[in-house]
């Protein structure tokens, strides 16, 4: 299951705060010709984590365990879309219509 983020929050503010909650376990940096290779290896080591890719940065975050986001930010189900779609979630960040997904 992956939330698609469609309300805007300063993305300082979204990846220090999960910081502050999860361990971030690792970094995936990446540029238009590494993309698929790196977005690859990211969701292989998903597993028990949650992952996050926002909107304007080349990076995908790898934290360990499970981002309570709604409790975290204070989300509501009207803040973001919830889809089973593993591509969903890139296409939608990618194309500006989601300010940041979290993988899971």
Do not use: C, R
Not at 30 to 41: C, H, I, L, P
């Amino acid at each position: 299951m992956h939330k698609i983020l469609t309300k805007w929050i300063e993305p300082y503010v979204l990846l220090e705060t999960l910081k502050k909650h999860n361990n971030l376990i690792k970094v995936y940096k990446f540029d238009g010709f590494s993309k698929n290779e790196v977005k690859k290896e990211f969701l292989q080591q998903i597993n028990n984590s949650t992952g996050l890719y926002m909107k304007n940065v080349n990076n995908f975050y790898l934290f360990e365990g499970a981002a309570d986001i709604d409790k975290m930010f204070g989300f509501t189900e009207n803040d973001y879309e919830i889809t089973d779609d593993n591509e969903k979630p890139f296409e939608m960040v990618d194309l500006g219509k989601a300010e940041a997904a979290f993988i899971s």
